[in-house]
């Protein structure tokens, strides 16, 4: 079926340094996510993305978090500057079109800020 | 605003016997309800999806039906596998925006 990919799977890095997440959604879909889930913790919505705008975010998405997806490549998350709460792990997701069909999840970019 | 309740934290049972995992909401829309699975390290999959005509979806031998009256979309199974043993998130869609919202999600743990 219809792949989101994730890369990295793993990254470790010290608190303060700048950190993308890369995703590759599903090809004809125009939705997209990144949800946040800590350890042992529920599923969180950060932010979802259309035709190149925010549309909604969360109060989970800091100031220091911004997403773009620069003609049709990757839809990123960028932590500037990260911080020790930012550990988790990032899942993004796509959807063809508006939240009546399903999201297609990644398999996380778990993130460790040491 | 949209919420979704899953009251039950951790659910362990024994192979063999029923599933049941709970899930009310609320919603200003009619909304849409999910069902999504996650195994251990992998990525949270959908199991089963609200029907408009209110049909009730069926997938992998669990089924669930939406309840409108009561705010409901429970998630049952009548014979647990050891491979079910997953975390089990309830989503709701409002067409009034475009966000998915997730319970806080329940832990199966099917035991021999």
């Known amino acids: 079926g219809p792949k989101v990919l994730q890369i990295p799977s793993h990254q470790i890095i010290d608190m303060g340094q700048m950190v993308t997440l890369n995703c590759d959604p599903v090809?004809?879909?125009?939705?997209f996510y990144w949800y946040k889930q800590i350890l042992g913790q529920q599923m969180e919505f950060l932010v979802n993305?259309?035709?190149?705008?925010?549309?909604?975010k969360s109060k989970l998405f800091k100031d220091q978090f911004s997403v773009e997806r620069p003609d049709g490549s990757y839809f990123t998350l960028k932590i500037q500057p990260t911080a020790l709460e930012d550990s988790a792990v990032y899942f993004c997701?796509?959807?063809?079109?508006?939240?009546?069909?399903?999201?297609?999840f990644g398999e996380g970019s778990k993130l460790t800020v040491l | 605003g949209d919420s979704v309740t899953q009251t039950e934290g951790l659910v362990t049972l024994t192979e063999g016997l029923p599933v049941m995992l709970n899930c009310t909401y609320q919603?200003?829309?009619?909304?849409?309800l999910f069902w999504y699975v996650q195994h251990l390290n992998e990525a949270p999959k959908l199991l089963l999806k609200?029907?408009?005509?209110?049909k009730r979806p069926e997938h992998q031998g669990f089924h669930a039906t939406l309840h409108k009256s009561s705010s409901s979309f429970h998630l049952q199974k009548s014979s647990a596998q050891l491979s079910d043993s997953a975390l089990y998130y309830c989503?709701?869609?409002?067409?009034?925006?475009?966000?998915?919202?997730f319970g806080d999600g329940t832990q199966l743990v099917v035991k021999p």
């Open positions: 997701a796509s959807s063809w079109g508006r939240i009546t069909g399903q999201l297609y």
């Open positions: 090809s004809n879909h125009l939705y």
């Open positions: 993305f259309y035709n190149g705008k925010v549309m909604e």
């Open positions: 919603s200003t829309y009619s909304p849409f």
């Open positions: 609200s029907f408009t005509d209110n």
């Open positions: 989503a709701l869609s409002d067409p009034g925006n475009n966000r998915i919202f």
